[in-house]
């Protein structure tokens, strides 16, 4: 089970971190990714931990702003969102699978649980 949290309303040009927290074992053997959603579109990668050696995967859109990380001791990942823009709204998913393959980190159907989502409203 995951629990995404720390959404909020902020103005463009701020800063937002979002924690994802993991009930049950193994969490280290997880791969952790962050996907975001508006009404209308798909479901669309942010960022991506792998759980083999840690290496991280951003959108391109996000990269240089955003940075994933995870706390293995807490169970937990987070993403520091940084120089906000209101193209950034929606809702943030955190989700987690296993046996993911370097080249499937940002595909959504690779993942095999998934958090209820916390909304980031970025206003212009």
């Known amino acids: 089970q995951l629990q995404a949290s720390g959404g909020g309303l902020v103005q463009a040009g701020d800063s937002l971190r979002l924690s994802c927290t993991a009930s049950g074992r193994n969490f280290r053997d997880y791969t952790m990714g962050w996907f975001r959603q508006v009404p209308g579109k798909e479901r669309e990668f942010v960022a991506g931990?792998?759980?083999?050696?840690?290496?991280?995967h951003y959108a391109d859109s996000v990269k240089g702003r955003f940075t994933i990380s995870r706390d293995v001791a807490k169970k937990s990942v987070y993403l520091q969102m940084n120089s906000l823009k209101p193209e950034d709204t929606a809702v943030y998913y955190c989700?987690?699978?296993?046996?993911?393959?370097?080249?499937?980190?940002?595909?959504?159907?690779?993942?095999?649980?998934w958090g209820q989502g916390t909304l980031v409203t970025v206003s212009s």
């Open positions: 931990i792998r759980s083999n050696g840690g290496s991280t």
């Open positions: 989700a987690a699978g296993s046996r993911i393959i370097l080249s499937s980190v940002r595909v959504a159907a690779s993942y095999d649980y």
